[in-house]
């Protein structure tokens, strides 16, 4: 591949990353291929990712929700590219996802929903935390999965932008 899919040349993947890409079923997007001069780094990221996103005890809806406010609230228009399919396939509701920009008054949440999505705003935004609202609908170990979760995906849209990451050609 010799096209610029970021703001730093494009180099081999790895032999390791693309054999732990294989193992998950997954082919390599512009994420890898950016952080493929950081070998040490990406292959680490790869196991966070995949264990945020299969390994969680939290619903993929939940997941998904989450993901996709940060990514909002990031401005991070390659993950939005990524992850409102995969919201969608995870069964959330187009009406939904078209109100994340406005979901405090949007009346197409339930609440652990506008838990979650406060959650996110409290994690990319730094609005205040509701512990109560968090605590009636998720537990101490949930509350810990959508940290992790946030972070992450608060890390990746934030290296993203760094490298200026571009779209991955099939999702445009």
């Known amino acids: 591949m010799n096209k610029a899919i970021s703001r730093l040349p494009v180099v081999p993947l790895p032999d390791e990353v693309l ?11 512009n994420l890898h291929r950016a952080l493929a001069h950081a070998p040490a780094m990406l292959g680490p990221l790869l196991d966070l990712i995949h264990a945020v ?10 997941r998904e929700l989450l993901i996709c406010r940060v990514a909002h609230l990031e401005g ?16 959330v509701p187009p009406r939904k996802l078209e109100s994340l920009a406005d ?3 949007a009346d197409c949440f339930d609440g652990a929903e ?6 996110a705003d409290h994690l990319a935004a730094g609005t205040e935390r509701d512990d109560r609202q968090l605590a009636e609908h998720f537990g ?18 934030r290296i993203l932008r760094a490298l200026e990451v571009e779209i991955d050609e099939q999702l445009h």
């Open 19 to 29: 054999q732990k890409l294989a193992q998950v079923g997954r082919e390599p997007i």
């Open 53 to 62: 996103r299969y390994e969680a005890a939290v619903s993929r809806t939940h």
């Open 76 to 91: 991070s228009e390659y993950e939005l590219a990524h992850h409102l399919p995969m919201a969608r396939d995870a069964g």
């Open 103 to 105: 979901w405090r008054s």
């Open 114 to 119: 506008r838990a979650v999505l406060a959650y």
């Open 140 to 157: 101490p170990s949930e509350q810990t999965e959508f940290t992790v979760a946030g972070s992450t995906y608060l890390a990746v849209s």
